[in-house]
């Protein structure tokens, strides 16, 4: 039983193995997440095999185009993310971290609205065989940020259990069910240490003290309170020291994901509020107030700087006024005043006051404020031991005040607006400035001012009080924005009108600026709006495509270029122009056609035979190039090139944007050759005189033309053949570098001697021309434009024999070495052996040997005694020497470096058939090789010596030229001691020659 157990578990073990598939799991969608923050999504995989680690390819279907996918990153191929993405993924702003070997998470550090879509990731295979799920998708929305957390920032200086009550502005407007957490924290430190958590409401409503407070929280000391729908109330009771620092509240969003998990989808920290706790009995504590902090020019400023201090009856302050920390009055600890010097002219004149109604109040008052009085101000305490001592025991400043003043004249207000806040290159931009409580005159200016130059502005129309209108410099063409309108309507509101924006340039902010007058006196306001010009290239792109890449002569085919933008491209002007690069040509594309925005066709003059063979087409936004009956001068490389303008601009001048497609080839297939060339090798055999090399096509097409190219092939194993005679599809005959001279084209010749028959003519054969011998036979046809070669076909070889008796000529075949100086003159043997009978003669033929395995023929003597030179540059320096019947040795004159090499003698013996007959080759032989070697002219040493460079030359002879003026002198005086012995000498070799 046990065995059985055992064997059955081990059945469902490799059953499951069997059924074991790929899955791919990624977080459950769709998720919510808002703009600008950090985004992660995940993605396991379970069920594979292979290595544990796998890999992951993140790509995204976005709802403009839901069909096409974008990728954006993967973890093993750098190449893999889109353009669009490639740069995020380089900058890590988008990268995979890896959780394990089959799991990891997607990281987009800032969200950008182009992020939202459908995520897929997919895992691609390690299995042996596909079987399951390699990706899963979920999708991602991109969302406002419309959290807001504020508190006004200010200066809190509390004495120790004393209590401090803080409020947090909270709302947000979200389309989505999300709730809102909400936290007070104590920075302290200078921001070098973590906050301390105070206490925290959180997205489920209860209250959640940090470590610090749990025991003030359960004490009631610690409270958040929620005043109305936004506003968030810290009381803290009892301060203390250890509460100093920097407090702030911080917000934060919550949405729950469908796998019900609640995910901070935004954060937002307030302004921080500056608390200081003075224990009590021993700090200096300054504070000031101001009766109104917000006047008009002419009222009356009135400040009070209070000082708290332990028994301040007794001691001793001075005080000093700033006005953006600049010191304005000072007062000693006796009360006496010191004006600063540009406030004693105001003071004199009673619009500065500054007193001591006691020893812990201070007050200055500013009668008929002005402009110039606004601004932030602080009063310093500093204490003195005595009133008369200089040095300070403590000093503490005040917080600052801000007062601000407002001129009274006028109560002109003003407001931009624009309904065109987003618009497209060509649309129109429409501005309106509100002008309202004017009560004189009004003069108006528009401003641009750039993005792309900060500080920059440029104007761009006025209207003056007389209501005259202008324009500035950069808007006066009408003919790039069209004419620019300037209205003004009763209700004080100033419209401009730009009818035709040209760019991204043309974005940015638009100021308004309204001037009142009145008495001699102005006020200015101010306003702007904000515009977006889209360039016309934003997602402007070209897709060309082609249902058939490859077409059979005479089908029709068409090409696609599919258009896409941004924006409609229904509204604005558009070309089309396409172009086309010949197969096998190296020029750049050239201009086919080109449809303008009017719907004229102008048609390029490179290509002049597509005008009566191409229709163009126009559906939507896709263009289409049908072409009719393809020919091979149809086959290339075609493209289309895009180009759009700006709305309602006439002329149109240069386009606002363009894109160029993809390129597509087109191939097209020539008709099927037929050809069949026969390919069995055969010899033909002769004797002597003229013969025939036969080159048969078995099959072909009725209406095809044929070019015939002969070729020889030379015995050598690895030699390449050589071409003898092409006669093309017309019947002109050429002729290949090895055979070129007169008498060789003369030799041969290539007919054709029926419709499937052609010959290699061989006039005087000899036995040079012993080889094989084929054809390649190209087949022609001409299709409607010209001739098209099909294909070709290559025949048999056919081997040329000569019937000979080699053993009733006997040649000399001893091998030979010669060497001769250039200038010199030189013999190279060839000799008969034996006699011949009457009636014959021979011919001798000298060749030298060529590496291309066809040697060159020199010099042949025929039987009729006439000597011929196949290379006539060499006439003048060949000869036979013949001094006696079989010596057909040849003589090289004025020997030259090229003449080095091989050479050898080709005899042959013809005989007369009967008197007045043909002669008849009988006979042949080959001599033996002779290797001629060429050496320099003789010279001698004394020229080389001059001939070299002098100072080298002179180093290297030296000893060699002394040696020979030593031999030089011993010669000399041997020939001198010798001459009374030349007589004898002379008599001797008489005597000698007489013996012989």
């Known amino acids: 039983m046990g065995l059985v157990q055992c064997l059955a578990a081990a059945f469902l073990f490799f059953l499951g193995l069997a059924t074991a598939q790929r899955v791919v799991t990624v977080q459950e969608g769709p998720l919510y997440r808002v703009r600008g923050s950090h985004v992660t999504l995940w993605c396991k995989v379970s069920g594979y095999q292979g290595p544990a680690e796998q890999n992951f390819q993140w790509s995204i279907y976005q709802p403009l185009a839901p069909e096409r996918e974008v990728q954006i990153v993967s973890t093993v191929d750098p190449s893999f993310p889109y353009a669009i993405y490639a740069q995020r993924v380089r900058d890590r702003g988008i990268f995979v971290e890896r959780l394990q070997g089959d799991a990891v998470l997607l990281h987009i550090t800032e969200l950008q609205e182009r992020d939202a879509g459908q995520y897929e990731c997919h895992t691609p295979n390690t299995d042996e065989r596909y079987f399951g799920s390699y990706s899963a ?84 000391d610690v409270q958040m309170n929620k005043v109305g729908n936004t506003t968030y109330k ?48 021993r700090d200096l504590l300054v504070d000031i107030a101001a009766t109104e902090r917000s006047l008009s020019e002419g009222d009356t400023l009135q400040l009070n700087c209070v000082v708290g ?144 130059h900060p500080g920059r502005r440029v104007l761009v129309a006025t209207v003056e009080q007389d209501g005259t209108r202008s324009l500035g410099s950069a808007y006066q063409d009408g003919g790039t924005r069209g004419s620019l309108r300037l209205e003004k309507e009763s209700s004080g509101t100033f419209t401009l009108v730009i009818p035709s924006t040209l760019g991204e340039d043309d974005g940015g902010q638009y100021r308004c600026e309204a001037t009142q007058w009145s008495r001699g006196r102005n006020w200015t306001g101010k306003g702007e709006a904000a515009v977006t010009v889209s360039s016309m290239a934003l997602g402007l792109h070209a897709m060309l495509r082609s249902r058939i890449p490859t077409v059979s002569y005479g089908q029709t085919f068409e090409l696609f270029c599919q258009v896409n933008a941004n924006y409609s491209l229904e509204e604005v002007p558009v070309s089309v122009q396409w172009l086309f690069q010949p197969s096998q040509s190296t020029d750049p594309l050239q201009e086919l056609v080109q449809v303008l925005p009017s719907g004229t066709v102008v048609w390029g003059t490179a290509q002049p035979h597509f005008q009566g063979k191409a229709q163009l087409a126009k559906v939507g936004t896709s263009f289409r190039l049908h072409i009719h009956s393809a020919l091979p001068a149809n086959e290339g490389t075609y493209q289309c090139e895009v180009e759009v303008w700006r709305r309602n601009i006439l002329p149109l001048g240069q386009p606002a944007a363009s894109t160029s497609s993809n390129a597509v080839e087109i191939k097209v297939v020539l008709p099927e050759s037929q050809l069949q060339v026969a390919t069995k090798d055969n010899s033909v055999e002769i004797a002597s005189g003229n013969t025939a090399i036969e080159c048969r096509i078995v099959f072909a097409r009725n209406n095809s033309q044929f070019a015939v190219t002969w070729y020889l092939l030379p015995p050598l194993a690895d030699a390449t053949p050589l071409q003898i005679v092409r006669a093309n599809y017309n019947g002109i005959l050429e002729y290949g570098s090895e055979f070129s001279s007169p008498a060789q084209k003369s030799q041969f010749l290539s007919q054709r001697v029926s419709s499937n028959i052609f010959q290699l003519q061989i006039l005087s054969a000899n036995l040079r021309d012993e080889d094989r011998y084929y054809c390649v036979v190209e087949e022609w046809l001409w299709l409607v434009d010209g001739w098209y070669r099909l294909g070709e076909g290559t025949s048999g070889r056919t081997r040329l024999k000569f019937k000979l008796q080699e053993h009733e000529l006997q040649v000399e075949k001893t091998n ?9 003159e030189v013999t190279l043997p060839c000799r008969l052996q034996g006699a011949l009978l009457p009636g014959t003669q021979v011919l001798a033929t000298w060749f030298q040997v060529q590496s291309s395995g066809r040697d060159s023929a020199l010099l042949s003597l025929h039987h009729d005694g006439t000597v011929e ?108 001691s010798r001459k009374s012995k030349k007589s004898n000498m002379t008599g001797w070799m008489m005597e000698l020659k007489g013996r012989e």
């Open 869 to 976: 030179y196949p290379q006539e540059r060499l006439a003048g320096r060949l000869f036979l020497r013949r001094p006696s019947a079989g010596d057909f040795s040849l003589t090289l004159s004025t020997v030259e470096r090229g003449d080095e090499g091989e050479y050898y003698c080709q005899l042959q013996k013809w005989q007369q058939q009967s008197e007045g007959k043909d002669w008849a080759l009988q006979a042949s032989a080959r001599s033996g090789y002779t290797q001629l070697t060429t050496t320099p002219p003789e010279s001698t040493v004394l020229s080389r010596i001059c001939s070299s460079p002098p100072l080298l030359n002179f180093i290297l002879y030296l000893p060699l030229v002394l040696i020979l003026l030593l031999a030089l002198g011993v010669f000399c005086w041997y020939c001198k």
């Open 137 to 220: 998708k979920t999708n991602l929305s991109v969302i406002p940020d419309t959290l807001s957390a504020s508190m006004a920032p200010q200066a809190l200086t509390l004495m120790e259990g004393d209590t401090v009550e803080l409020t947090c502005e909270v709302s947000k407007s979200t389309a989505q069910h999300t709730h809102l957490s909400v936290s007070w924290y104590l920075l302290q430190g200078a921001g070098e240490h973590r906050p301390k958590e105070i206490l925290t409401l959180s997205k489920d409503f209860t209250l959640k003290p940090g470590p610090s407070y749990e025991q003030r929280f359960l004490e009631g």
């Open 234 to 281: 810290l009381i803290m009771r009892g301060v203390k020291p250890s509460d100093q620092g920097l407090l702030y509240c911080e917000a934060a969003e919550w949405i729950e994901d469908p796998d019900k998990t609640w995910k901070d989808i935004s954060r937002k920290e307030t302004g921080r509020t500056s608390l200081a706790v003075v224990s009590q009995g």
């Open 309 to 452: 201090a332990p028994k301040s009856g007794s001691r001793h302050f001075e005080v000093i006024w700033l006005l953006n920390e600049m010191e304005v009055a000072r007062v000693d600890p006796h009360g006496v005043l010191t004006w600063e010097e540009e406030y004693e002219e105001r003071a004199k004149l009673g619009q500065l006051r500054a007193f001591k109604p006691s020893n812990t109040v201070y007050v200055l008052t500013i009668s008929e404020v002005g402009l110039k009085d606004k601004g932030t101000y602080q009063c310093s305490v500093s204490e003195m031991r005595t009133p008369g001592d200089l040095h300070s025991v403590q000093t503490n400043a005040s917080s600052g005040i801000q007062v601000n003043v407002k001129p009274i004249e006028s109560h002109m207000r003003l407001s931009v607006s624009t309904s065109t806040p987003r618009v497209m290159a060509g649309d129109p931009l429409i501005l309106q400035c509100q002008v309202q409580g004017a009560t004189g005159p009004v003069s108006l200016r528009w401003w641009h001012l750039p993005p792309q």
């Open 816 to 824: 030979h070495n010669i060497s001769a100086r250039e200038g010199e």
